[in-house]
């Protein structure tokens, strides 16, 4: 089992920047795939970004594609996701999630944290 705790959302205002955390326990992440995701109000989940267990380069949304970018620490068993250049479109719930693989299907969720930017 892994339990996830997503942090540091909250309002901001458009253009504005806010790093989100995601910080794991019960077990190490190094071995699981760890993605963001994120739900608008009367919308379905929606992929944000996603990095494997080996590491390399992340994958994005291509509308956050340039604008956000995440990272994993695995000796501290979290992750980021910075996210600059914020637009009313953003606001969400932000979810992180852990899996097998980068499919997501049978994922480990946390609770998310909210990002509201205002128009």
Same mark, same amino acid.
């Given at each position: 089992?892994?339990?996830? &705790?997503?942090s540091?959302?909250?309002p &901001?205002? !458009? ?18 795939a ?6 608008? =109000? ?7 970004a996603?990095i494997?267990?080996t590491g390399?380069? =992340?994958n994005?949304?291509d509308?956050?594609?340039g604008?956000?970018t995440?990272s994993?620490?695995?000796a501290k068993?979290? &992750?980021y996701?910075q996210?600059?250049?914020?637009? =009313?479109?953003? !606001?969400?719930v932000y ?5 097998s693989?980068m499919?997501f ?5 946390g609770?998310? !944290?909210?990002? !509201?930017?205002?128009?």
């Open positions: 089992q892994v339990q996830l &705790v997503e540091g959302g909250g &901001v205002q !458009t253009g504005g920047s806010l790093r989100l955390s995601c910080k794991a326990s019960g077990r190490a992440i190094n071995v699981y760890m993605g963001w995701f994120r739900q608008a =109000p009367g919308k379905e989940r929606e992929f944000v996603a494997s267990w390399g380069s =992340p994005y949304a509308s956050v594609k604008r956000f995440m994993r620490d695995n068993n979290t &992750v996701l996210m600059n250049s914020l637009k =009313p479109d953003d !606001t969400a979810y992180c999630a852990a899996d693989s499919s299907q049978a994922s480990y969720w609770k998310g !944290t909210r990002v !509201t930017v205002p128009s």
